[in-house]
């Protein structure tokens, strides 16, 4: 894919296959080298390249840097507190693909209860997981590997209503799943395009 998809299309064909919402998340277009990236990931872990990307879209858009900034230095203050003095640690999510922190510590192989849980880190291990989380290639390969597995769940289902499926226990909203089921038929039909030319 072009480093900006948007501006390889005519105006018209912009009008006529990409909605309005959906310009507005592709002007957040990753570099070619974090695009290379997710679609490496994606392939990886046997999901849609343009449903990586349009999870990656969607949370670059509604999170500023800035907050997640702030989400990050929170992070690395209390995950310390919650190692060396069994502070409560909220699970919250950082990074780029606004991964959770107790998706991070299953993926290590440790049981969280539930997502919205508040952990306790029990172990130097799960302390480095943790702390790893917003960063961007542990980020990206959470995020791969969770939308693999909620794609995977929803994977009886048509194209379509696997994506809305994946959407909305990526996030947990219905509105989340409909715009990202609209941007991945953006970003499908804008890459048709331009393999077309």
Known sequence: MNRNILSTLSQDTLANIVDPLSIEFLRREPSNK?????????????IPYELLLGIYLIEVA??????????????FILAPLSF???VPL?????????MGIAAALKRAGYDQPDRRSILILN?????????KTPFWRFNLQLAAWQTAKFYNEGASLDPDRAIRY???????????????????DSLKMSSDVQDSR
């Open 34 to 46: 974090r695009s290379s990236q997710i679609k490496d990931a994606a392939c990886s872990a046997g």
């Open 62 to 75: 509604c999170r500023p840097s800035w907050f997640r900034a702030i989400e990050n230095t929170a992070l």
């Open 84 to 86: 060396l003095f069994k």
């Open 90 to 98: 909220p699970n919250y999510t950082v990074g780029k693909f606004q």
């Open 123 to 131: 172990n130097t291990h799960q302390l480095l997981t943790t702390l």
């Open 166 to 184: 994946t959407g909305l226990l990526y996030n947990g909203r219905f509105q989340y799943s409909l715009i990202l089921n609209r941007l991945v």
